[in-house]
């Protein structure tokens, strides 16, 4: 089956007494066991059978069964957020006096994870241009842990070559963990790349309009041990496991992801050579353009889309400020792929705790508008953005 289909049509494990076609919430906390032979064997994972939902539960392994089915992984792991996906991916790999390769060119959490909760337990941040690949190759050394990255910077929009990374990494037997969430994974292949853990924050895309939080893990295998540790360790002592409801939640939105996402797309392709015409824009950055430096390789890389975020920039942070202040329609919000369209200067919101030190050297301008492209008519989107200038 094609992606679109495999998405809606995905086996339950195990037969509904009642024949649903959906798979029911199974809001529960605990399972009865037939004796304690069957619950040893489930407590220890010596069986599938679920034992305690807060490291495993029918309804959010239904959605990681699907997850695993489109990725062709080999285990996909279910978190209640895109940062407990981070996070525990990290703390998993991670130990005192290892290092992590990776760029400034982070999400704001990512970034203050790595340099400040990892720091503190000895793990180092290792910062260096991953567009240049000597540059990776330099950093990476016998402690390296892994290198990490973003596969399209938030809100940089900056692309490195994966394929060129993943040949580094792996020929110094290093993993190579990448947060995909900018782009869905039903659009392009992270295995071929070379990526051996894929991260994602679900509450984007596949959440189905923001209903919900959640996050991704995708393992690939390259690991053995990665998987294990993760349900035998992270799980156990972390917690950050997807709730039912939540799972539902997304399963649902994944049913409709192609169809929503084709939109999305679309209308940013379309918005972001309209606001070229807009003399009170600066610039306009999406990948999509074909004047953009990233444009062909991000083709090369995620094929003819080029998702769903624009950035633009002002004269000034007045200027954006007055932007913000004067938008009707589209909403003034943080996250992604909404159904509704998203504003936000990330400089004085999500980088906002950040001194302008660290801002500049991440490359956060004050100048910068986040737009996170909606389903509306895509004339409707132009037409508040424009009005929204010259107010």
Do not use: W
């Not at 407590?43 to 034992?51: K, L, T």
């Not at 393992?219 to 799972?247: C, Q, W």
């Not at 004085?348 to 508008?369: A, C, K, Q, W, Y």
């Not at 004339?379 to 424009?386: L, S, V």
């Amino acid at each position: 089956m094609k992606k679109q289909t495999q998405a809606i049509h995905t086996d339950f494990q195990s037969p509904d007494a009642y024949n649903a076609i959906s798979m029911p919430v199974y809001h529960t906390a605990a399972y009865e066991f037939d004796n304690a032979t069957v619950m040893a064997d489930a407590f220890c994972g010596r069986s599938d059978a679920p034992d305690y939902s807060r490291v495993t539960n029918p309804t959010v392994i239904y959605f990681e069964n699907k997850i695993k089915a489109l990725t062709g992984s080999k285990d996909v792991i279910a978190v209640n957020s895109g940062m407990a996906a981070i996070s525990n991916a990290l703390f998993c790999i991670a130990e005192t006096g290892k290092n992590i390769v990776t760029s400034r060119h982070l999400f704001g959490n990512s970034y203050a994870f790595l340099t400040k909760t990892l720091k503190r337990f000895g793990v180092e941040p290792r910062f260096c241009d991953l567009t240049n690949p000597h540059e990776v190759d330099a950093a990476i050394d016998e402690n390296t842990c892994c290198v990490y990255l973003e596969i399209l910077t938030n809100p940089q929009l900056e692309v490195v070559d994966i394929s060129a990374i993943s040949q580094i990494a792996h020929s110094k037997n290093v993993l190579l963990l990448a947060d995909t969430t900018l782009i869905p994974f039903t659009e392009f292949d992270a295995n071929s790349l070379g990526i051996d853990i894929e991260l994602i924050s679900s509450t984007k895309y596949l959440s189905g309009g923001a209903t919900s939080i959640g996050g991704l893990i995708i393992d690939y295998g390259r690991d053995t041990e990665f998987s294990k540790r993760m349900r035998t360790e992270m799980l156990l002592n972390i917690g950050a496991y997807m709730t039912p409801h939540v799972a539902y939640m997304h399963t649902l939105g994944l049913e409709t992801l192609d169809a929503r996402y084709r939109v999305l797309s679309s209308n940013a392709a379309v918005l972001a050579k309209m606001l070229c015409e807009l003399p009170e824009i600066k610039h306009v950055n999406y990948i999509g353009l074909e004047d953009n430096p990233y444009y062909e390789l991000a083709r090369k890389q995620f094929g003819e889309s080029s998702g769903a975020l624009i950035t633009i920039d002002l004269e000034s942070r007045e200027a954006c400020y007055n932007f913000i202040n004067n938008l009707k329609m589209i909403k003034r919000a943080t996250n992604l792929f909404d159904n509704k369209s998203l504003a936000i200067h990330p400089a004085s919101t999500i980088f906002g705790n950040f001194t302008d030190e660290e801002r500049n050297r991440m490359d956060v301008l004050e100048t910068t508008i986040r737009l996170s492209v909606g389903l509306e008519n895509v004339e409707d989107i132009f037409q508040d953005i424009r009005q929204a200038l010259t107010l």
